[in-house]
């Protein structure tokens, strides 16, 4: 007679959070009951080991899924090591108290030696079939067990009956009655669905009848008008059991790893780089991780969830969308990671804390790392295909990844204003380049190669054989700071600030010609300094305009002009910033501004050049004017007086 039976109080605390708050969806009921399958039948192998009677004839290990729409029943059953009603009441009755668990601590008290896949917790992720049915049946006898089998059954109201019953062979069955609003989950396509999502790679076949109704045909093939129709049913297995991540890399071909990158990424070309490896030791975890040839379409979504790689345990699917497992900056990467050392019933909380995950992430990180800086070495043709690719998201673990902040400068490449459009230089071998007589590794942020190499600021650099790198990624004015040094070499804007390229003997023999420079221009500069007192900090005289004009710097520490645009169009407020407007000492419209001065301190000519010299800086910064109008009649109005001086010639 079945005798009824209260659940104790933590398990009923348990009852209410996983049906209300643990699993935000609720299909993840299949992949704990299979899951409990499999391990069920891993623990009857290990004791088949010891004791073949075990078996009782039944060696074929096998999970089957069984659907009864008439009594809206889902049954999944097993032939594993099944429970004795003692054992049913402390893996089911008691939370936290799992056979498995409780089955390895005897095993380490008896120092016998248990693979680290077999680690695991059977008994909270039960629970979860309480998400979907009203009631849930569990029938299990024990391998090797004399004595009858076990029911047990439960409404999830606090109360659950426990009686003998029979069963012909060892395992166990868990009915569940499912509610009305949850019948879907007896139809074959959504079975076959949530199997191929999280139990593909379960190692023990899953399986299912599959009714089919075939119609009486001729023999030409066509249906026969009210001919009889054929029912058949054959038991299909659900899973493909193909565990590639598990297998040894000798036995894995190169077609195997493309089509299970293929399968996992739904990428029509196969991965640029295949990363196989096992760690043992403080955390014991498979990973097989694929780079990509090319950045996927919405890699650059903010919204999108999947980060990457999807995170295993025993084989078990548990989330492709771990921000625990993966810094953003390798978000590009797909594959899986396959842990033993995380609880199958892992919740995203539980995620978030985990040590495991942590030590696991840092392994991840240093791998893929330590792989791209080998191909850099050896293949630099090969890498540069990669960085083209992901250069920009690399970039981004410069701010985020402080522990592998030198790892990261190595990886970087740029093109520099030595090397040719699309083609790139290591900082490694810029500095080799560097003459003795240069200091620092001087850099230009611009939006494309082009706007950098017709930077004014780059004469001074080019007339003295200074490299410059460029800089040409919105990140880059992000992460220049996060580099700081590199080599004991500082990183230095050569847009900002002031510049002196002089060595010491050079200084002295132009330090006559600067003060002269400075007091002829003493009070233009002054004048000019007034007239735009409104849109710049200053007028000075420039160190590093040797062509040009004019050009606009920034304080040293200032933001600089590809930040403020990249804020601007990101519509973020932007503090109004007043840059410096240098000019070009050795340039004859100095010569032609300072004599009109001289003539007139207060000559209306002076505002309108003044004005004229701030937005044609202002173009070859690439800044919008700020009254294109009135720029467009400027240049008409001296454009018409230049044409009346020519023809009164």
């Known amino acids: 007679m079945a005798k009824k039976r209260q659940f104790k109080t933590e398990v009923q605390r348990l009852l209410d959070l996983v049906i209300h708050s643990l699993y935000s969806n609720k299909e993840i009921f299949l992949r704990e009951l299979l899951s409990n399958a499999s391990d069920a039948i891993d623990r009857a192998r290990f004791e088949a080991l010891q004791d073949e009677s075990i078996l009782e004839n039944d ?28 054992e049913v009441e402390k893996n089911i009755g008691t939370v936290a108290n799992s056979g498995t668990k409780r089955f390895l601590e005897q095993l380490q008290e008896s120092k016998e030696k248990l693979p680290p896949e077999l680690i695991g917790q059977f008994g909270v992720g039960f629970y979860s079939a309480f998400m979907v049915a009203d009631k849930v049946t569990v029938i299990t006898r024990r391998a090797g067990d004399v004595a009858s089998a076990v029911r047990w059954e439960s409404t999830g109201d606090g109360y659950y009956t426990l009686e003998g019953c029979e069963r012909e062979k060892r395992g166990t069955d868990v009915i569940l009655h499912l509610r009305d609003e949850h ?15 999280y139990s593909d790679f379960v190692e023990h076949p899953i399986c299912m009848d599959i009714r089919r109704e075939e119609v009486e045909r001729d023999e030409e093939g066509k249906e026969i008008e009210g001919g009889e129709k054929k029912v058949s049913i054959t ?22 790893y493309h089509d299970f990158y293929k399968h996992i990424s739904h990428d029509f070309e196969k991965p640029f780089e295949v990363i196989h490896w096992n760690v043992e030791g403080q955390v014991e975890f498979k990973a097989l991780v694929f780079i990509p040839q090319r950045p996927a379409l919405d890699l650059f979504m903010p919204e999108t969830k999947n980060r990457g790689l999807q995170l295993y345990v025993h084989r078990v699917f548990i989330t492709d969308n771990c921000e625990e497992l993966l810094p953003s900056y390798l978000r590009f990467l797909r594959g899986v990671v396959d842990s033993s050392d995380l609880p199958l019933n892992v919740s995203r909380e539980m995620l978030q804390e985990a040590k495991a995950l942590k030590i696991i992430r840092k392994n991840i990180s240093k791998k893929v790392l330590d792989v791209l800086a080998e191909i850099k070495e050896k293949k630099i043709e090969r890498y540069t295909a990669f960085w083209q690719a992901f250069g920009k998201i690399l970039k981004e673990g410069l701010h985020l990844d402080f522990e592998n902040r030198e790892r990261l400068q190595e990886l970087l490449l740029f093109e520099t204003s030595n090397t040719d459009a699309g083609k790139f230089s290591s900082l490694a071998e810029y500095v080799q380049r560097m003459p003795e007589t240069q200091k620092d590794i001087y850099y230009l942020t611009a ?6 190499e017709n930077s004014p600021q780059l004469e001074a650099f080019r007339s003295k054989g200074y490299e410059v ?7 880059d004015e992000w992460i220049v700071n996060d580099i700081g040094t590199y080599k004991d070499k500082k990183l230095t804007c050569i847009s900002k600030g002031d510049v002196d390229l002089d060595s010491e003997e050079e200084k002295k023999t132009k330090e006559e010609a600067r003060k002269q420079a400075a007091a002829e221009n003493k009070d233009l500069l002054a004048c000019l300094s007034d007239i735009l007192k409104d849109k710049v900090k ?35 407020d932007v503090p109004a910033t007043k840059r410096i407007l240098e000019l070009n000492p050795t340039h004859p419209l100095l010569a032609v501004l300072r004599q009109l001065h001289a003539q007139d301190s207060q000559h209306p000519k002076l505002t309108e050049y003044a004005t004229l010299l701030y937005e044609q800086a202002l173009l070859m910064a690439q800044l919008p004017l700020e009254d294109p109008l009135a720029f467009a009649k400027r240049i008409s109005a001296l454009m018409t007086e230049e044409g009346k001086n020519l023809s009164s010639k």
């Open 447 to 452: 939006e494309d190669r082009r706007a950098a």
């Open 59 to 86: 060696p074929e290990w096998k999970i089957k899924i069984t659907t009864d729409n008439d009594a809206h029943t889902l049954t999944i059953s097993d032939n594993g090591i099944g429970m004795t009603a003692d």
């Open 469 to 475: 790198v460029f800089m040409l990624d919105p990140i």
């Open 538 to 572: 200053e007028v000075r005289l420039s160190k590093r305009l040797t062509e040009s004009a004019c050009c606009l710097v920034s304080d040293e520490y200032s933001m600089g002009v590809q930040m403020e645009k990249i804020l601007k169009a990101m519509q973020q």
């Open 235 to 256: 038991e299909e297995t659900l899973n493909s059991r193909k565990a590639i991540w598990l297998r040894p890399k000798a036995e894995i071909s190169e077609e195997n």
């Open 183 to 197: 019948l879907e989950y007896l139809e074959e396509w959504m079975i076959r669905k949530i199997v191929k999502k």
